[in-house]
């Protein structure tokens, strides 16, 4: 069982080009787009986030159970939906505003426990910045990892979220002896101010970085450093791509029964190479749908 820790949330994305153009509503936010990815890709998975009741909430409860992910771990609420209204640049790559005041998904508590068979916990986006909801994310990092439970990180950065960069960056640098797998984007690595082998030193095993159509990079702690090209595809947004990303190497590492610092220090150049590709062809399928709609299995070939 892979458990994904985060927020769900409504974005709403534009129909066409222009401020005022239509919106269409559509299931997200980084964790639940990676529990979904999961489930459709066929490996367990749970999700442990707070729900809103409220119509968006039931839909974004209703998309998990379709993508068979276990719900029994989230937590439902009265207070409204976290929106994100999103804006698609012209090469596909989307912003965001949030409307977050008083939702459900920030009060989130974290759990006396991990559901049974748990083999891995991802974290990551709004849920680690977002208080109090944040802390107690934070603290379930930490508990899983004391625990021995593989852990796996995306910050995926939203700076119009964070009201002190500075106070982030030290909180980040803090979560990396609980860290296992380190994926973010070139982006986010350039916010954050730091490379992937500062970051390795601090305690995970391996630091995956995506370049968007370029492709994606291993760094490893024995000083390995492994390139896949990304796929070639008629882009229509980039929303989800990186959690697709996250989804696909979780289920890969879990596949090969390597979610363990041991485990991925073995995988070795051909490994990594085979595991960045199935990203790489996951991410350009939700590349080419708009929205977050990652692949199913059959879409991307068994790993």
């Not at 490996?43 to 068979?68: C, H, K, N, T, W």
């Not at 910050?155 to 803090?174: E, G, Q, T, W």
């Not at 390995?224 to 070639?232: A, F």
């Not at 929303?239 to 363990?260: E, F, K, Q």
Request: hydrophobic fraction near 40%; charge should be negative.
């Amino acid at each position: 069982m892979i458990v994904v820790a985060g927020e769900a949330l409504i974005d709403l994305v534009p129909r066409e080009a222009g401020a005022l153009a239509g919106l269409d509503p559509r299931r997200g936010g980084g964790p639940y787009n990676t529990a979904v990815a999961l489930g459709r890709l066929g490996s367990p998975a749970a999700f442990s986030s707070r729900i809103s009741q409220d119509a968006f909430g039931e839909a974004l409860v209703g998309g998990l159970r379709e993508a068979g992910v276990d719900v029994s771990s989230v937590q439902r609420g009265n207070e409204p939906t976290t929106l994100a209204v999103a804006s698609i640049g012209s090469g596909g790559s989307a912003r965001y505003s949030f409307y977050v005041e008083g939702t459900a998904d920030r009060l989130f508590s974290a759990p006396s426990q991990l559901p049974d068979g748990t083999r891995a916990v991802s974290f990551g986006t709004c849920s680690l910045v977002l208080e109090p909801g944040a802390t107690a994310y934070e603290e379930l990092m930490r508990i899983a990892s004391s625990q021995g439970v593989f852990t796996a990180l995306d910050p995926n950065i939203r700076s119009v979220l964070i009201p002190d960069a500075d106070a982030y960056r030290a909180r980040f640098k803090s979560w990396l002896p609980s860290v296992s797998l380190l994926k973010l984007s070139e982006e986010d690595a350039e916010w954050l101010g730091g490379t992937p082998r500062e970051w390795l030193a601090s305690g995970p095993s391996a630091v995956v970085v995506t370049r968007g159509g370029d492709g994606l990079t291993a760094f490893t702690r024995d000083g390995g450093e492994y390139s896949v090209p990304g796929e070639p595809v008629d882009v229509v947004d980039t929303i989800g791509a990186g959690d697709t990303v996250n989804a696909a190497l979780l289920h890969g590492l879990a596949a090969r029964d390597a979610l363990s610092g041991p485990a991925l220090a073995g995988l070795g150049a051909d490994g990594w190479h085979e595991l960045l590709r199935f990203a790489a062809r996951a991410a350009a399928i939700t590349c080419s749908r708009a929205g977050a709609e990652p692949p199913y299995a059959h879409e991307v070939g068994v790993f």
